[in-house]
């Protein structure tokens, strides 16, 4: 299957400093990403989606000025988690559609923790 | 967003198969029916997804009903790297990923 690298797979930062988590899809052209956030023992649950080139649409109470979203090529998407508190740590996890719009296929994760 | 029913929890043996229900009667006519596996600490893993007839790959297969209310996931020599929470999520053409609760598999040995 496709190739969706997230990027970094943990990162530990400290409160109200800023982290970028950035999603590259590898060998196909994203057209679509998703954005989720799953905490233990949890489903994702959907923060996000965007499409190349315009604005993301964020799910209902998903603060958009806290997760800032880019899809500035069929390539690249960031999840920027601004201002980041403790109750924010939780895995993220991006995911790639391409023009086909079937199937999605996801990173590995990011394990924000927030002290 | 329709939505899926699927046990909490499901126990196999190695290789023996494994048959997981879905159910979604609010299913509608554009919906694809998709099937992701989550291991622990891992984002989820693209397993199959079908829309009427049934589809098999190396992975699974899929079993829908003829009135698409209902699927099965179809692991046919089930395997300790098997085990993992398993998702049925309805997609409408294009649209938004919806996750449930899943069914996590556990497989004995």
């Known amino acids: 299957g496709a190739v969706v690298s997230q990027h970094p797979s943990r990162v530990i930062c400290k409160s109200g400093t800023s982290v970028k988590i950035e999603c590259r899809s590898l060998?196909?052209?994203?057209?679509?990403m998703f954005w989720y956030r799953q905490f233990p023992k949890q489903s994702l649950m959907l923060m996000a989606t965007s499409n190349e080139g315009s604005k993301a649409t964020y799910e209902q109470g998903v603060e958009k000025d806290k997760f800032l979203i880019n899809h500035a090529s069929l390539t690249l998407s960031t999840l920027t988690v601004t201002s980041a508190h403790p109750e924010d740590s939780s895995f993220y996890i991006c995911?790639?559609?391409?023009?086909?719009?079937?199937?999605?296929?996801f990173g590995q994760g990011t394990r924000l923790t927030v002290v | 967003d329709a939505k899926t029913t699927q046990p909490n929890s499901m126990e196999s043996n190695e290789e023996e198969p494994v048959h997981l229900p879905c159910n979604h009667s609010t299913i509608s006519g554009t919906d694809y029916i998709h099937w992701y596996r989550q291991l622990p600490s891992q984002g989820p893993e693209y397993v199959i997804h079908?829309?009427?007839s049934n589809v098999n790959n190396r992975m699974a297969s899929l079993a829908i009903a003829e009135d698409r209310k209902s699927s099965t996931l179809i692991l046919h020599r089930a395997t300790l790297r098997d085990a993992a929470v398993y998702y049925c999520?309805?997609?409408?053409?294009?649209?938004?990923?919806?996750f449930g609760q899943g069914t996590e598999l556990s497989v004995k040995p």
């Open positions: 060998d196909f052209q994203a057209t679509t």
């Open positions: 995911s790639a559609s391409g023009r086909s719009n079937t199937e999605a296929f």
């Open positions: 999520i309805l997609r409408p053409q294009g649209g938004k990923l919806i």
């Open positions: 079908g829309l009427t």
